[in-house]
């Protein structure tokens, strides 16, 4: 499947391949790190801190973020060393989540003016390739840790409806019924 990553934008909620799971990425490829780099400008339009790529329309296991740097946050949470550019994730694997549990509101660009909390670990670690196809582990807390298991929850069909809260679904039924009917 050949794409062309100009015709790629954010898919909104109910389409299905948001609750699609998504398939590794074989090899990293110009193709892929030109996906990548309009999955960040379309993050970056969008005011976002993560997009995964089934969100817009791909069924591969990659996303980009950017969190810029804040008090609390890991020191090598940025694969390339650097703190303030966006980063890649192909074939992301979570591991090790540590500390209770913590509620944050988030919100997602597949599904507009809808926040609610979603308990998450504080702390996380991801193993993934980066747009060379090299491996690389970094462990983050804070809204890193939080946006990287969020964007992993894309990958597997999972959205943050089905994680908030059960007191923000009912605050934010009008806005979800007006996206299931567009």
């Not at 740097?69 to 192909?90: F, I, K, L, Q």
């Not at 090299?134 to 894309?154: I, K, M, N, S, V």
């Amino acid at each position: 499947m050949t794409v062309d990553p100009a015709t790629l934008d954010i898919l909104h909620y109910p389409h299905p391949a948001l609750r699609a799971r998504a398939e590794p990425v074989a090899v990293v490829t110009d193709e892929v790190r030109c996906v990548a780099s309009r999955m960040i400008e379309l993050m970056r339009r969008a005011e976002g801190i993560g997009l995964a790529a089934p969100q817009v329309g791909l069924p591969w296991r990659l996303f980009v973020c950017h969190v810029p740097p804040m008090e609390g946050r890991s020191p090598d949470a940025d694969p390339a060393g650097a703190t303030h550019g966006p980063a890649v994730y192909v074939n992301p694997v979570l591991s090790n989540p540590a500390g209770p549990v913590e509620p944050a509101d988030e919100g997602c660009l597949s599904i507009p003016d809808v926040v609610g909390r979603v308990l998450r670990p504080p702390i996380i670690t991801i193993s993934a390739l980066d747009l060379e196809g090299r491996p690389f582990t970094r462990t983050a807390e804070g809204l890193l840790a939080r946006c990287w298991q969020h964007e992993c929850d894309h990958l597997d069909g999972v959205l943050i409806l089905d994680r908030m809260a059960q007191m923000d679904r009912l605050r934010n039924r009008r806005l979800i019924r007006e996206l299931e009917r567009a």
